[in-house]
Each structure stands twice: as structure tokens, then as C-alpha cells.
């Protein structure tokens, strides 16, 4: 499965160019034994010292090691918080590629929650195969974006095929209060019909029992998309809809968004 997703990536996608912040040797770095300076998995967009994204995906050093398991290894977390820490940019933007905040109930998600007889969300119910230390390192991950000195704590993934908005003020023991952290599903623009969380799990995206969250927008399963305007005070976040039945490829263009919430720096 790694070799069909490299020659994909080799194809149509591009690998992350080097960072002098970030470390050498990160997972997927040395194809075949070769540093390249490269990262297939991990990497970082910036604009000056006004925002710095720092983009993960989860699924290529996700294990099974129970209560130390991680989604992420130990460098990319050390990585990922020593951005958060000595970033000069104003904003330090969170782009995981597993969300925070919701869950639909499925194993390789941060969350323990699983549908029960009934359909509903449950942590009664041990959920197979998943792994106690991924919600450690979320819980980890979350108290360090809330302790970000006058950073908003913000949180963008597409991962849940839905447009949702929710502030996160506690991960379990945690409290994020002092500097909720914000989480955004930014929309799909090209799910198929059947592809849905609602549609093959029977649940939409929810909010896990795990958290205390306030949702702004509660997930819709509409195709659609995220603009973000960032200035040195503030990120203004635009959540626009699109109807595939209703509405043609040209309409994209003339969209205006259904909601639009401003944040400000601390």
C-alpha cells in the first residue's frame, strides 16, 4: 500500500520541499535510504511572519502499541511543538489530515467513541482495534496549541466530508478554557453521492464524548469549501456551500459564504 502511494504521489502530487525548521529524518524523508530533503508526509506553508500551516498526515506512522501508540511518531510531535513554540509568525495553523473534534464512530480516529445498539454515539463500548495512546497524543497536541503564547489555537481538516465550526474548551481532563481551541472542517468539494459519513456509517460527524465543545455550525454533509483571511490580529473564516444538483461548476465562482465567524488573537 505505501509503494501504490508513492507512485501515485510521484504522479500527481508533490512531495513537501525542504524546511530549515523542520528536523532531518522525518518519517518518509529517506526514500530508499536517500535523504532528499523531502517529505512525503509532513511539511509546512508560509507566508512571512504573518502565518505558518503546519500540515501532517496521520495514517503513514499511526501503530498499534496500545497505551504509547501515536498517530504521529515522536519526532513529527516534537516537530509539531516546537513549531508551536518558536514561530515568529502571528498565526500557527494546525492542517492534520484526521480532524479534531468530531468522530463518526470509526477505529483509526483520535476518539474512542463507537455507535452502540442504538446508533448513538458511546465510550461504554471498547471500539476494536483502536488505540488508547492515539487520544493521548491528541490531548497532548491540543494543550499545546491552547498554551500558544497570543496565537489563535486553530485547527483546518477536510477529512469528515462536512462543513462544521466548534471551539474546543476541554479534552478530557485537560482544560483548553483560557484558549479554546478552534476547530474547522472545511468542506468537500468532490465527495461522490455515496460517499458520506451518513451515508456508509448511518451517522453524521459529532462531537466526541471525549470533549467539551461548542458547535457554531454542526457539521452539514454538503459539497463545499473553506476561505481563511489571516491578518496580524485576527483570522476571519468564510464556510461556502455548493449543491451538485442544482447548481453547475460555474456557479463555484460566484459563491457567497452561508458563514462567516472572526476570530482575534489573544
Do not use: C
Not at 501515485?8 to 526514500?31: H, V, W
Not at 495512546?133 to 477536510?158: C, E, F, I, T, V
Amino acid at each position: 500500500m505505501k509503494q501504490m502511494a508513492r507512485a501515485t504521489q510521484s504522479m500527481y502530487y508533490p512531495e513537501f520541499l525542504s524546511d530549515a525548521n523542520r528536523p532531518q529524518g522525518l518519517p518518509g524523508s529517506a526514500i530508499l535510504g536517500r535523504d532528499q530533503g523531502v517529505s512525503e508526509s509532513f511539511g509546512t506553508l508560509r507566508y512571512g511572519k504573518l502565518l505558518e500551516i503546519l500540515l501532517y498526515s496521520v495514517r503513514p506512522t499511526m501503530n498499534m502499541a496500545g497505551p504509547s501508540a501515536v498517530f504521529v511518531e515522536d519526532t513529527v510531535e516534537a516537530w509539531l511543538k516546537d513549531r508551536m513554540s518558536n514561530s515568529h509568525a502571528a498565526h500557527v495553523v494546525h492542517a492534520p489530515s484526521n480532524p479534531q473534534g468530531w468522530t463518526a464512530g470509526k477505529w483509526g480516529e483520535w476518539y474512542p467513541d463507537v455507535l452502540d445498539k442504538n446508533g448513538k454515539l458511546s465510550l461504554d463500548i471498547k471500539k476494536p482495534y483502536w488505540q488508547k495512546g492515539w487520544l493521548s497524543q491528541h490531548d497532548r497536541l491540543l494543550a499545546a496549541m491552547s498554551k500558544m503564547n497570543h496565537k489563535l489555537p486553530l485547527s483546518m481538516s477536510g477529512d469528515l466530508h462536512a462543513l462544521g465550526l466548534g471551539r474546543i474548551s476541554k479534552s478530557g481532563e485537560i482544560d483548553l478554557s483560557s484558549n479554546p481551541v478552534i476547530s474547522v472542517l472545511t468542506g468537500p468539494i468532490g465527495t461522490r453521492p455515496g460517499g458520506w459519513p451518513s451515508g456508509a456509517r448511518k451517522i453524521g460527524a459529532q462531537p466526541s464524548l471525549h470533549l467539551t465543545m461548542e458547535e457554531m455550525i454542526k457539521p452539514i454533509e454538503n459539497h463545499g469549501f473553506t476561505l481563511a483571511e489571516f491578518t496580524e490580529d485576527a483570522v476571519e473564516i468564510k464556510l461556502f456551500k455548493w449543491d451538485r444538483n442544482s447548481q453547475s461548476v460555474d456557479d463555484i465562482e460566484t459563491l457567497q459564504p452561508f458563514h462567516t465567524q472572526k476570530f482575534l488573537r489573544t
